[in-house]
């Protein structure tokens, strides 16, 4: 589905004290706007089209019932599919910014969100649900306007982005950086190294029960080429064929970032300032945002209600474990 555009033609204050001359939303709705709201706030290379990334879950009987709700999803700051991002032409030099595009915060991709729903009229959200650097953007609305959220659901996420986190990121913009086209003024540069990046993310996407569970080699008297490697080389150049390196990068960092408790004051009085109705969804294999993550905000997250989905499939379960999915935030919606 065709993202609709929103454009914001002032500047745009970003958290560091950057600022975008001007602003672009691509964003796709589902369901009649009299219903109530559920926004989705995408992960890190999805796009607006929940539909098309998050299989089976916009459609009758499911969480997000175009039937019963008016859904919202906005693409982020940074990314490669409509929203202002590096391939974005800077009207202050009539090219695109390329490697010049300026860090964004998990705060700043809320902000802009935050205008998209004013332009939209919508004053009250039902459900703010995200996983991932979904959750993150989820956490930071419901913290920043707590007024506006009824109920919030974080899934395979974190209040903040650990070390094991980030050295994974690191390594990824290590890779992209080794690639000597990057930093060149071309939306193709650094699509090698980009490749190898995702490659190493998939490490963490999927953990090793997956990769055993899947890419056995039949042959067993192998000694080379094996499947999994193809695996690997196939992942990176999917997403070569979808994304570009700079928003890659940048997005990395934004993740890197995240801390919903910075110049705020001790984490668990910032989760504990949070006053929508909490569901927190973890993944029993994430190797990225572990149990004991989600444990820590149910702590303190007033009310809140932690479930916990057994799964083989790592970070990435919450995009294979549909059904456990939705059975439980059925259940949440009561």
Known sequence: MQPLLYRHNESFLLETGA????????????????????WVCHALTANSDVAEWWPNTVATGRFLDPEKYFIVCA????????????????PNIGSPYYNSFPLITVRDMVKAHRLLAKYLGIE?????????LGGYQCLEWAI???????????????SKTTPWITAFNHTQRMAIESDATFGHPNRNAGAKGMAAARAIALLSYRGPVA????QEDPDDSKMENHRVCSYQEHQGEKLVKR??????YRLTQTLDAHNVS????????VLSSITARTLLVAISSDLLFPVGEHELMAKHIHGSTLRVIDSDFAHDGFLVESDKLNDIILEFYG
Do not use: C, Q, W
Not at 76 to 86: F, R
Not at 124 to 132: A, Q, R, V, W
């Open 19 to 38: 600022t975008l001359p001007e602003l672009t939303i691509a964003y796709n709705t589902y369901g009649n706007p009299s219903n109530p709201v559920i």
């Open 144 to 158: 920043a306007n707590p007024e506006v959220v009824d109920e919030l659901v974080l899934i395979a996420t974190a």
């Open 243 to 248: 994304f570009n390196a700079y928003s890659y």
């Open 262 to 269: 910075r110049n705020r004051g001790k984490m668990e009085n």
């Open 124 to 132: 009250k959200i039902k459900t703010l649900i995200g996983s991932s």
């Open 75 to 90: 693409n982020v700051l940074g990314s490669h599919y409509g929203t202002t991002g590096p391939l974005s032409i800077n």
């Open 211 to 214: 990769y055993n569970r899947t």
